[in-house]
């Protein structure tokens, strides 16, 4: 993927306020400080597009950033975090499954999982709806610099079973060494040209 333009464009909380479905999109999701930001960061060559920080933000926004004109990558509202206020931390569930039901032109979303720990529920509930709304999904380990090669593979066995998903749909990324950064432009390049849309089959008819 050459990256000519990455533009922020506006962030949002409800359907009303997202940019029209114009483009197609890819989502990424997990916990806070997983390291989202960064992640979205070292794909479009920017330092600074998308905020990196160890505090999270109080207010929970979908943003949205526009690439080459092209397609958007939608930075979803991270969870997690237990210094966010309840009433905050109850507005993460329905947003993020307003957006999933709802965007036709969400083509797939990326999941985050930091290898030094294991899924919680939240992780386990995004997978659930992405399966039950047929989103393809596209699981990716993250800070993988921080654990030696030689324990990595055993490192991530607890994601392995928490997720119940086979090593091979993982996979491993670093910002700091920008490990992984081009399977993972490969795997969004397909999920964006895949225009065969899912055949639901309804077994009442
Ligand atoms: N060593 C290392 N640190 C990382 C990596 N990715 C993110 N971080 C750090 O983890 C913290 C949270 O990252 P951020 O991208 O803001 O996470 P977000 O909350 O998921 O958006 C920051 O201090 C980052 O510098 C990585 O791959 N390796
Ligand atoms: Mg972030």
């Given at each position: 993927m050459i990256i000519k333009s990455a533009d922020f464009v506006k962030s949002a909380t409800r359907p009303a306020n997202y940019p029209p479905g114009d483009f197609k999109e890819v989502a990424f999701a997990g916990r806070s400080n997983v390291g989202k930001s960064s992640l979205i960061n070292v794909l479009v060559n920017r330092r600074g597009l998308v905020r990196t920080s160890s505090t999270p933000g109080r207010t929970q926004l979908l943003n949205f950033f526009d690439i080459n004109g092209e397609f958007?990558?939608?930075?979803?509202?991270?969870?997690?975090?237990?210094?966010?206020?309840?009433?905050?931390?109850?507005?993460?569930?329905?947003?993020?499954?307003?957006?999933?039901?709802?965007?036709?032109?969400?083509?797939?979303?990326?999941?985050?999982?930091?290898?030094?720990?294991?899924p919680q529920q939240e992780e386990i509930q995004l997978l659930d709806w992405l399966e039950e709304l047929q989103v393809p999904t596209i699981p990716i380990i993250t800070k993988v610099d921080k654990i030696t090669r030689s324990r990595r593979e055993r490192q991530i066995l607890p994601i392995l079973e928490a997720t119940g998903l086979p090593r091979d749909a993982f996979t491993l990324f670093s910002a700091l060494t920008r490990e992984g950064r081009d399977e993972i432009w490969e795997r969004i390049d397909a999920a964006l040209d895949d225009d065969a849309q899912p055949v639901f089959v309804d077994e009442d008819d």
């Open positions: 958007y990558l939608v930075d979803l509202p991270g969870y997690g975090f237990a210094k966010v206020p309840l009433a905050v931390k109850k507005q993460w569930g329905p947003m993020v499954r307003t957006y999933l039901e709802g965007r036709e032109n969400l083509r797939a979303l990326l999941l985050l999982f930091d290898i030094r720990r294991v």
